[in-house]
């Protein structure tokens, strides 16, 4: 790969957060399926080999995790039959 290109994807997570509403419940963790989003304290945090799937976001029940201000009053969703347990089991 272009170093560039794989150093901007690789850093492009730097943006994702998640708000104060976040419960800690950990979702974000189980549906990454490249095990990116480790819980630091009970705080969601991206550790730079996002896929970009969105799946944090999608299933996230507090709509609190955020990609920088592109996300803020989006709506969010998932197939209805793709379950957090569907999307832990796929994990890379």
Known sequence: FNKGFRDNVYGYDKSFY?????????????????????LEEGIPQW??????CLACINF?????IQFGDKTLKTQ????????VKDMANQKI
């Open 18 to 38: 998640a708000e104060d509403t976040c419960t800690s419940c950990g979702i974000c963790v189980e549906v990454c399926p490249v095990n990116n989003i480790t």
């Open 47 to 52: 550790e730079h080999k996002c896929q970009q």
């Open 60 to 64: 996230c029940p507090e709509k609190c």
């Open 76 to 83: 969010r969703y998932h197939h209805p039959e793709i379950t």
